[in-house]
């Protein structure tokens, strides 16, 4: 069975539009585009550096090393990208059959999914831009504690290679905010709601714990370009908090239509339940009341504490214990880096 092909509307991404003719699972596809990114580091390096494989002037010796994690976290991006809108149609498919939809509509329901507005896309190429600047700029990079001029080729190489990787990466950020709340508003239009059968929203909750757990993985091998001696000390606190509030979003945004539709369902059986209450409790008071009206009402009774302690959200037991192990995964290994760091500083001194 052939993979589904990546269709964003206004347009596609350079980016995922090239990762997607590339015929590999989305990992070996990462792995490819990050390959190609070091071989060309290679040659850069052999005409340009100091030997091949190693820039001029930099404070690292194991430049290769870095510029492998690097170029692989290009890469990985990309393709946890991909596997995010790949598994935002697969999510679409799976609740075509509750959202009852006229056959007419059924071609457009993945347009107006899978589109994105252009100006958060450029803000945040913007945010890639500073990030390129400052990472290029830190003294911790460069031997004298100086950056060189910008026409440097350590310092062409640098900053081309950091917009690059943070401009897919901030914008696949937005992408994957931008469709989880897309997907989250298809839960208006389910049309068998049921407050003690939530299955017609797991889709949402699968897509909620897959977002979590593809860019943890990836902030996981962010963290290893930060052990050892360098600024993670100043960039862990920021780096935590970032990761931090981005899955608790992605976890949280595709849940929100769920909740809203389980939490107005729960208010109007609650309305119902309360005025049923006021009649039965009238029944009973009143002179001649029927021998089934205090049975009634202690029914009434038991049927809205099982109410009231309905979950208005889409979630099983296990589902926050599978988010904090997935958001541990991301956060621990910048923690874990963290401790690397000080370690190896420690035993320099």
């Known amino acids: 069975m052939s ?135 830190s003294p911790e990079l460069w031997i004298d504690g100086q950056m060189p001029g910008w026409t440097h080729p350590t310092v062409l190489w640098l900053a081309m290679r950091n917009t690059v990787t943070w401009w897919i990466a901030l914008r696949g950020v937005a992408l994957e905010l931008l469709l989880g709340w897309r997907v989250s508003r298809l839960a208006e239009r389910v049309e068998v709601v049921d407050l003690f059968d939530r299955a017609a929203f797991a889709p949402f909750t699968r897509r909620a714990l897959r977002s979590v757990l593809l860019w943890m993985m990836l902030a996981a091998w962010v963290s290893l370009t930060y052990i050892g001696p360098g600024a993670l000390g100043k960039l862990l606190v920021v780096g935590v908090a970032g990761l931090s509030c981005f899955a608790l979003a992605a976890f949280v945004i595709p849940l929100v239509g769920p909740h809203r539709r389980l939490r107005d369902l729960r208010q109007r059986e609650l309305a119902r339940i309360r005025a049923a209450l006021r009649l039965a409790r009238d029944a009973m008071l009143a002179q001649g009341a029927p021998p089934f009206a205090g049975g009634r009402l202690a029914d009434l009774i038991a049927y809205e504490t099982r109410v009231l302690a309905a979950s208005t959200w889409p979630i099983e037991s296990s589902t926050l214990p599978r988010f904090g192990l997935y958001l541990a995964l991301g956060m621990g290994s910048w923690v874990g880096a963290g401790l690397v760091q000080h370690a190896v500083e420690t035993a320099l001194r």
């Open 3 to 137: 993979q589904p092909r990546i269709v964003l509307e206004p347009s596609t991404p350079l980016s995922l539009r090239l990762f997607d003719r590339i015929p590999l699972p989305a990992f070996w596809a990462g792995a490819v585009v990050g390959l190609g990114f070091f071989l060309l580091f290679l040659l850069y390096t052999a005409a340009f550096g100091a030997s091949i494989g190693r820039h001029a002037d930099v404070a690292f010796e194991r430049g290769w090393l870095a510029e492998g994690i690097q170029d692989c976290f290009l890469g990985f991006t990309i393709a946890v990208i991909a596997a995010s809108v790949r598994s935002t149609r697969t999510e679409i498919e799976a609740l075509r059959p509750s959202l009852g939809l006229a056959p007419r509509d059924e071609p457009d329901l993945e347009r107006e999914v899978l589109r994105y507005r252009r100006l958060p896309l450029a803000l945040m190429g913007l945010g890639a831009l500073l990030t390129g600047y400052l990472t290029v700029s």
